[in-house]
């Protein structure tokens, strides 16, 4: 039985709010001062602004020196030198530049993964002359962002393109769990209120704001307003106050459906991987919901391949902290194979640790071992409900928080195999004994 796997299942007990994530002020290169920005997208009605000027964090503390009008002011900054930017939202320290994205992004989720706070968005993907300011290739080797622009207004006066759904569409027909945002990155009053981010907040606040954003529960637009999101089944509604065309988009950028009305109602087809909508009003008016994803239980929804079942697990290592954890360390650890509880299974193909957990805090570590015909590049696909690192022959490719609860193919990454046997390591921290296990499977 087919379901659809969305972000928008409670929208209830809270209320949208708009606002915009990539501000730039004098403290950067920007036309106005903090105080004179924070003022115009109050005076337009934004719920929440986050400033974020190049390699400065703007947090509470600078916040507390300005009015804010009532609005969320979210700490943060734009990670610009050396590489492609990156928001860095809700962040509480600066992030060091390196000019390997992908080590950026660890570091921010590794931070997050001892204070709770931060996240990163890829930005305007297609700007400059080649529209290659962050490559698909690089999009697909980066993990652990949580989303990408794929509308980014200042764009507009500059070389490339605003709209990055092309390559958007490329990660989600890929099995990558990406959020969708519009911003404006406005850099003087001309950039102000081009594109926005709408989300269904249950608490005014910055975790409140963050917590909405992060679970993909909100709408980018530019001037198209969602007014009711609703899923029945494998039946998606969608109402609009001002769309004048509506489209269901399915794998990889088909039109599956499309109405010219500000209502539309579709059946989300079965063999596909995903379907998104996108709205058209006057103008450039535009808005775009997150993705649904098609789940089918027995089917890998991103071309058939199976999940890996078979691994060694060592014990729980209580006295282990996460950034601890290393290959070198696990060849002195006993491990047996992971025998499946098969009188209380969580989910098929899921690998169920919690007998090693016994919900104490600590590190268990997951090994395999999986065979490539030639040397080539994969994706890995995993879920995970606690802090995970991933090491591919003793290399380490991913470090990041865990999501609770274990979603599968939540991550998806590129990353090199060799040809013959590759070892696979997995350190999953027990989150305080609350990690269940994780969800893995590679695909050519």
Not at 255 to 271: K, L, N, T, Y
Not at 347 to 363: C, K, L, N, T
């Amino acid at each position: 039985m087919p379901t659809l796997d969305h972000p928008y299942r409670d929208l209830t007990g809270g209320a949208w709010m708009r606002g915009n994530l990539h501000t730039h002020t004098t403290q950067s290169d920007g036309r106005c001062v903090p105080q004179q920005v924070i003022d115009d997208y109050a005076r337009r009605g934004y719920g929440f602004l986050m400033i974020s000027d190049h390699d400065i964090l703007t947090d509470a503390a600078k916040y507390a020196t300005w009015n804010t009008h009532g609005m969320v002011m979210i700490p943060g900054n734009e990670i610009s030198a050396n590489g492609p930017h990156l928001l860095h939202v809700d962040a509480d320290c600066l992030i060091d530049p390196a000019p390997s994205r992908s080590h950026v992004i660890n570091e921010i989720n590794a931070v997050a993964a001892q204070s709770g706070r931060g996240f990163a968005i890829v930005n305007h993907p297609d700007w400059q002359e080649k529209f290659d300011h962050c490559s698909i290739s690089e999009l697909r080797l980066w993990a652990g962002y949580i989303g990408m622009e794929i509308y980014n207004g200042v764009i507009t006066i500059l070389d490339g393109n605003p709209y990055a759904t092309n390559k958007w569409d490329m990660l989600l027909a890929g099995g990558r769990r990406v959020w969708g945002f519009a911003n404006d990155d406005s850099h003087a009053p001309a950039h102000v209120e081009l594109g926005w981010n709408t989300a269904y907040v249950k608490d005014r606040s910055v975790a409140g704001v963050v917590e909405a954003l992060k679970q993909g529960r909100f709408y980018a637009s530019t001037g198209v307003t969602i007014t009711s999101i609703t899923v029945d089944g494998m039946k998606v509604r969608i109402e609009t106050e001002n769309a004048r065309r509506i489209a269901a988009i399915r794998d990889i950028g088909r039109r599956h459906a499309q109405v010219d009305d500000r209502v539309m109602e579709v059946e989300v087809p079965r063999d596909a991987k995903y379907v998104r909508f996108q709205c058209w009003g006057d103008g450039e008016k535009m808005a775009w919901t997150q993705p649904f994803v098609v789940r089918i239980e027995g089917r890998n929804e991103v071309g058939g391949s199976r999940y890996i079942t078979q691994w060694q697990v060592t014990n729980l290592v209580e006295s282990l902290k996460l950034t601890e954890a290393s290959p070198k360390h696990f060849a002195g650890r006993q491990a047996q194979p992971w025998i499946p509880n098969k009188d209380n299974p969580v989910y098929a193909d899921f690998i169920d640790v919690r007998s090693m957990i016994r919900e104490q805090p600590g590190v268990v570590y997951l090994a395999t071992t999986i065979r490539s015909e030639a040397d080539r590049m994969g994706t890995l696909f995993f879920g995970y409900d606690g802090p995970v690192r991933i090491w591919l022959n003793d290399k380490e490719v991913f470090h990041g928080p865990g999501h609770n609860p274990a979603i599968a193919d939540s991550l998806a990454f590129h990353t090199d195999f060799r040809k013959g046997d590759n070892q696979l390591l997995v350190a999953l921290d027990s989150n305080f004994g609350k990690a269940w296990g994780i969800f893995c499977r590679v695909e050519w």
